[in-house]
């Protein structure tokens, strides 16, 4: 215990004398402060510590989510947007019917008769017929002709896509074989050179009125037509014409045809010519370029022909300079019906029906400005079993024309251009070259032109109450054979006629046609010259 005592005693010892030491009295009033009082801060070491993020957890956890039932559609009604604020443009009257009639010298009659009808979304169509006769028996025997043309379409929509059409066309034309010499003795009655061509055309067609829902459009398309003359001469046709066109992004179309066309010609024998065609095709379209690539495939007698139908046409500038290039082909049936057409005066007895086969080649530039609007372009053709037109003078004297066939290599340079260089006037022009190389087998081609133009200007006056027009056709000489079997020429054609129109009210008006005014009496048809000078008036009705 003795250490722990002594402990205790030293250290009582220790703070009584520490106590007194500060309880001891400073000498003096006064305190020297020697020096200010500065206190610092030893500096430190400054510890580092850098952050780190803990370990990334690998570990695939299984999640389990709960969707909630999706809540049933409702149905309304769509909101219609209707303008506010937008004034209306003036509205143009319309009319649903039309008639003109007119004569004129020398004896002309012109009668024409036209009316549309319809019910909104039901249906619509339109009746139509003209009567056209000439007789300048006075100048030329026997020259008259008369044209009868009749017209009634219809088209019913059985629904919002699908819609039928039905079509009926019945032409009664009568011509004159006036073409033989009227300075001799010999004299024609009128029924001795008449020719009648009747033809009845009726047709149909199934089709979709707005593209379905898997941009598709189809139409199924029938028609027949029956062919008669003052000879007993017969002729029968049936086209059946199903295509069908799927459109991709709205803009690529796919193409698909298929068409039966089957003739029956009947005079002392029978002909017999059908074609069966199969044409697919798929047309790109960008903002610049056009490509179509696709085919022609058609069979006759089973005779299998194969043709390109392909063509590219690229935007330089826009619309108003595209420059195109294509190859196609084609079967065109030479059939009593187109020859009657292109010459009434044709004598088919003893003349075979055939197809010419074309192969055609073309490139070209066209485009539009706005008020330009133009088009021209260069072709190369190669015609196999052209028809041609050679003279056929008759023992009785009177010059008929019968068709051969020939092959004709034919380079073409055609355009055609519209334009408007002020308000109210339209110019426009179309002519076609043709370099008709020599026939594999006859010397000329016979009753076929190589140059033809046609241009004409049309002023419009008095906010549209008058308009003016004005029209030039040319055309070069027509190779033929003279009765001694020499290959001459013909004259050209300058054939200048001006005509206008005028309306006292909003619905009668007047018109009045002056032809030919040089006079030009180009034969055409060997031995058939044209009419001269001649006009026809009238008067006009809309309503």
Do not use: C
């Amino acid at each position: 215990m003795f250490p722990y005592k002594f402990l205790f005693a030293a250290f009582l010892l220790g703070m009584m004398s520490r106590t007194a030491f500060a309880q001891k009295e400073l000498e003096g009033d006064n305190v020297t402060v020697i020096k200010d009082f500065d206190a610092r801060l030893l500096e430190s070491n400054k510890l580092s510590v850098p952050p780190a993020l803990p370990p990334l957890d690998t570990n695939t956890q299984l999640q389990n989510y709960v969707v909630p039932p999706r809540p049933l559609s409702l149905q309304y009604e769509a909101p219609k947007l209707r303008p506010i604020g937008m004034k209306a443009g003036a509205k143009e009257e319309t009319y649903n019917g039309f008639a003109k009639a007119g004569a004129g010298a020398p004896k002309t009659f012109w009668g024409e008769i036209g009316y549309y009808f319809g019910m909104k979304d039901k249906f619509d169509g339109k009746a139509w017929f003209r009567h056209h006769s000439l007789d300048a028996s006075k100048n030329i025997d026997n020259q008259r002709f008369a044209n009868n043309d009749f017209l009634l379409n219809g088209n019913y929509y059985i629904n919002e896509q699908i819609a039928a059409e039905a079509r009926v066309a019945v032409s009664a034309d009568r011509v004159q074989f006036y073409g033989y010499p009227h300075d001799s003795l010999h004299e024609f009655s009128r029924e001795r050179t008449l020719q009648k061509f009747n033809l009845v055309n009726v047709g149909g067609r199934v089709y979709n009125k707005e593209r379905n829902s898997n941009d598709l459009n189809f139409s199924v398309a029938p028609q027949i037509y029956v062919l008669n003359d003052y000879y007993s001469n017969k002729e029968t046709g049936f086209d059946l014409n199903i295509n069908a066109t799927k459109w991709f992004v709205e803009k690529h179309a796919l193409r698909l045809a298929i068409r039966t066309d089957m003739t029956k010609f009947t005079d002392t024998v029978t002909q017999r010519l059908n074609n069966i065609y199969l044409q697919p095709s798929f047309t790109f379209h960008s903002d610049v370029v056009k490509i179509k690539v696709g085919g022609n495939f058609a069979s006759n007698r089973d005779v299998f022909s194969v043709f390109p139908d392909a063509e590219i046409a690229l935007r330089v500038f826009g619309d108003g300079i595209q420059i195109f290039g294509g190859a196609n082909g084609d079967l065109r049936k030479n059939t009593y019906r187109s020859f009657s057409d292109y010459n009434p005066y044709i004598q088919i007895r003893d003349t075979k029906l055939k197809n010419t086969r074309f192969d055609n080649y073309y490139a070209g530039v066209k485009g539009n400005l706005g008020w330009l609007d133009y088009s021209g372009q260069v072709n190369y053709s190669k015609a196999s079993d052209l028809a041609l037109y050679q003279t056929l003078y008759t023992s009785e004297g009177i010059t008929r024309f019968h068709a051969i066939y020939d092959t004709v290599k034919i380079s073409n340079i055609q355009g055609t251009i519209k334009l408007s260089p002020i308000k109210d006037l339209t110019l426009t022009g179309t002519l076609s070259q043709n370099f008709l190389m020599d026939p594999y087998n006859q010397s000329k081609a016979w009753g076929l032109p190589k140059l033809e133009g046609n241009f004409g200007a049309v002023y419009s006056a008095l906010e549209g109450k008058a308009i003016l027009k004005s029209n030039l056709y040319v055309a070069d000489g027509i190779w033929f054979l003279d009765p001694e079997g020499t290959a001459k020429r013909g004259d050209v054609l300058l054939d200048l006629s001006v005509g206008g129109s005028y309306f006292f009210s909003k619905n009668i008006g007047a018109f009045l046609d002056i032809n030919n005014i040089l006079n030009n009496r180009r034969d055409r048809w060997r031995d058939y010259p044209t009419v001269g000078l001649n006009f026809l008036a009238g008067i006009t009705a809309r309503f």
